[in-house]
């Protein structure tokens, strides 16, 4: 079971947009930063979103995050089958002094 | 270039001990907190803890607190794991991850540990 909550699964036709939700309570993404990992089959997993809303140099701006309250989503627009992929959201929870993270999604490209 | 080095993959028996190692290069080591974090076959992140390569200074996930342990060797910029009382259930891909704080940010590859007897 863990901490923070996301689908299992998402999907959508090459060129739509696709939206994961991340749901935590106020220890978590209520009081910390949200960050989002993509890990494509046999790699290791890899950083998108840091800081909520921010990228890293190289990753493209088709990827998307946001927070409001206790929640967070990544949006993934123009999808392209280089996308399939599992991603995982993660925060610092403070009421166990560990990183919280999601189940993961697996997003699939129809 | 942040490069995250891991030693190869371990066939351990139920209770025993595995180390793993994890040499990084390409930056400054006692500057980033490493954490270790381990995916069992099919399942999703799970966080073990972190370490503080300045001092040494570590803080563990509840679960794994007693038989898991990180540490340093800032000469040669290699940080450790060891878990024991090993069971079929620790059968996983522990990996090392430089970050902040808070969050990993750069991942390692990942050392396959296999407990089986």
């Known amino acids: 079971q863990s901490v923070l909550t996301q689908p299992p699964s998402a999907s959508g036709t090459p060129g739509q947009r696709a939206t994961i939700s991340c749901f935590g309570n106020s220890s978590n993404i209520g009081d910390n930063f949200v960050y989002w990992y993509q890990q494509l089959p046999g790699a290791a997993p890899k950083l998108l979103i840091y800081r909520n809303n921010q990228r890293p140099s190289g990753v493209p701006d088709r990827f998307s995050g946001s927070k409001s309250g206790t929640s967070a989503s990544l949006a993934i627009s123009g999808l392209r089958s280089e996308d399939e992929a599992d991603y995982y959201c993660?925060?610092?929870?403070?009421?166990?002094?560990?990183?919280?993270f999601g189940g993961g999604t697996k997003v699939t490209v129809l | 270039q942040v490069q995250l080095v891991q030693s190869g993959a371990e066939l351990k028996k139920p209770g025993a001990s595995v180390k793993v190692s994890c040499k990084a290069s390409?930056?400054?080591?006692?500057?980033?907190?490493m954490h270790w974090v381990r995916q069992a076959p099919g399942q999703g992140l799970e966080w073990m803890g972190i370490i503080n390569p300045s001092g040494g200074a570590t803080s563990y996930a509840q679960q794994f607190q007693g038989r898991f342990m990180m540490t340093t060797d800032t000469p040669t910029s290699t940080v450790f794991m060891e878990l024991r009382s090993l069971r079929s259930e620790d059968t996983a891909v522990y990996s090392c991850?430089?970050?902040?704080?808070?969050?990993?940010?750069?991942w390692g590859p990942g050392t396959l540990v296999i407990v089986s007897s």
């Open positions: 390409g930056y400054n080591f006692t500057n980033f907190y």
């Open positions: 991850a430089r970050g902040r704080v808070d969050v990993p940010t750069n």
């Open positions: 993660a925060a610092w929870d403070d009421s166990l002094s560990a990183v919280a």
